[in-house]
C-alpha cells in the first residue's frame, strides 16, 4: 500500500531510552521512566494522580473496580465507541445503557442522557471521539444532580481541551489509550487519570495485584501486603522509557499532525460545501488534537465507493466501530431503542489516512483521488 491508514512514528530516542531501562538495571513497572511520565502528565494538566497502565483496556477496567461496579449496576456509554468502554464494566457485572450520538459529531449526545438515568444508574462515560471534547459541562451538571461517577474515555484524547481544561481532569476518573494507531503511542499501552482524590491510595493498590506494594517502596510502610482486588496493570519500565522519548517531542508530534488535519480540511471543504459528505466538527467549547481526520458520507454505498477507489489508488481509508448496541454479543441485552445517529456514523464514517509521517503531497494525493471520485 502506497499510502497506509497507519505508520507508528519514532523520535529517534526511543531505543536509547529503552536501553536505559535496561542498563538501569530494573526493567519491573513503577521505575525511573515509569514515574517521568506520570509526573509529565501530572505536572503538564494538573491530574491529581497518574498512574501507567498495559492498555487504555485496564485503565477502565480499574475505573469499573474504583468507581465499585456490582452486578445489576447501570453504566450509561455511547453506542458508537470501541468494545472497551463497555467491556471494562460489563466484566464486573454491569448493565450497559447505550446511548446515541449528537447529530454534528459522533460524541454522546448529552442532552439525551438524563432519561437514561434510573435509581440503578451509577457511571457515565463520556468518549471524546476523534479528540473532539464532549459537552462536559452538561454531563458534570447531570452526574452532581444524579449522584452518578463520570469516566472520561479519553483514549483519542491526549492534548486536548474543553473550554481550557484539559480533558481527562474533568470527570472523576479517565482512561488514556497509547496504542500505536494513537498521536504518542508506546506500541500497546495506556493511563488512567484520577481526579478525586479520595481514590489515589486506593488506585495505587488495584494497580500493584491489590497489595500495598508502592507505599512500601516509598518507604512509607515497613511491609506490604494484600489489602484488596486487582491486578498487574502497570506496564514495564521498557514500555515506559519508550513512551518517555514519544512525550519529550510532544509539541512537534501536535504541530506537524495539526498541519495535516489543515490541509485535509482547506482541500476537502468546497466538496463538503457541495453537498458530498460532512467535515468533522469541532464545536467553539472544544479544541482539536489532530488525532484523526473523518469524513461522513451520504449513504453506505458512497462510503463504499469512496474505500474502494482510494485502495484502487493505493491509499488505505478504513471505516470505525460497528454501533455496540447491535453487536452480536449485547444486541439481546440491550433494550430496543433505535439510536439512529450512532448507526448513521457506523454505515457512514471513513477515516483517512493520518500519521505524523505523511506527507502533505500525500494529503494531496489523497484528495484529488476523493475529489474525481
Known amino acids: 500500500m502506497k499510502i497506509p491508514f497507519n505508520s507508528p512514528h519514532l523520535t529517534g530516542k526511543e531505543a536509547h531510552y ?33 498512574l501507567l497502565t ?22 450509561i ?46 457511571v457515565v462515560v463520556p468518549v471524546h471521539y476523534a479528540g473532539v471534547a464532549c459537552d462536559m459541562d452538561r454531563i458534570m451538571e447531570l452526574a452532581n444532580r444524579h449522584n452518578l461517577m463520570v469516566v472520561e474515555d479519553a483514549a ?24 500505536e494507531t494513537k498521536n504518542i503511542i508506546s506500541g500497546e499501552g495506556g493511563m488512567l487519570g484520577i481526579n478525586d482524590e479520595r481514590f489515589i491510595r486506593r488506585a495505587e493498590i488495584i494497580w500493584e495485584k491489590g497489595t500495598n506494594r508502592a507505599e512500601f517502596f516509598r518507604g512509607e510502610v515497613n511491609k506490604y501486603g494484600w489489602c484488596d482486588i486487582g ?19 510532544m509539541k512537534n508530534i501536535q504541530n506537524k499532525r495539526k498541519l495535516l488535519w489543515d490541509k485535509y480540511y482547506e482541500l476537502l471543504r468546497p466538496l463538503a460545501e457541495q453537498g458530498f459528505f460532512r467535515l468533522p466538527d469541532v464545536p467553539d467549547y472544544a479544541t482539536n488534537n489532530a488525532h484523526m481526520f473523518y469524513l461522513v458520507c451520504n449513504s453506505l454505498n ?3 465507493d469512496m474505500i474502494k477507489k482510494l485502495k484502487e489508488n493505493d491509499i488505505l481509508a478504513v471505516f470505525h466501530y460497528l454501533s455496540l448496541h447491535s453487536s452480536e454479543f449485547y444486541k439481546d441485552k440491550h ?26 503531497s500525500d494529503v494531496e494525493d489523497i484528495c484529488q483521488v476523493i475529489k474525481i471520485g
Open 54 to 75: 498495559t492498555s487504555c483496556t485496564d485503565a477502565l477496567e480499574m475505573c469499573a473496580i474504583l468507581c465499585g461496579i456490582q452486578p445489576g449496576d447501570e453504566v
Open 156 to 179: 483519542q484524547a491526549i492534548d486536548s481541551y474543553y473550554k481550557g481544561r484539559p480533558l481527562g481532569t474533568i470527570g472523576h476518573l479517565s482512561a488514556f489509550s497509547f496504542h
Open 231 to 249: 491486578s498487574s496493570f502497570l506496564p514495564s519500565e521498557v514500555v515506559a522509557a519508550f513512551l518517555w522519548a514519544q512525550l519529550e517531542d
Open 302 to 304: 458512497e462510503r463504499t
Open 335 to 360: 433494550d430496543g431503542r433505535s439510536l439512529p445517529e450512532c448507526d448513521r456514523y457506523a454505515d457512514c464514517l471513513v477515516r483517512l489516512p493520518m500519521y505524523y509521517d505523511l506527507k502533505e
Open 77 to 122: 456509554v455511547p453506542s458508537y465507541t470501541f468494545v472497551s468502554s463497555a467491556l471494562a464494566f460489563v466484566r464486573a457485572g454491569a448493565k450497559i445503557v447505550f446511548a446515541d450520538s449528537m447529530k454534528r459529531n459522533p460524541n454522546i449526545d448529552a442532552e439525551q442522557i438524563e432519561a437514561l438515568i434510573t435509581p440503578k444508574t451509577k
Open 18 to 50: 529503552m536501553y536505559q531501562a535496561v542498563n538501569n538495571g530494573k526493567l519491573s513497572g513503577n521505575g525511573e521512566f515509569t514515574k517521568r511520565c506520570q509526573s509529565f502528565f501530572e505536572d503538564k494538566y494538573g491530574f491529581k494522580k497518574c
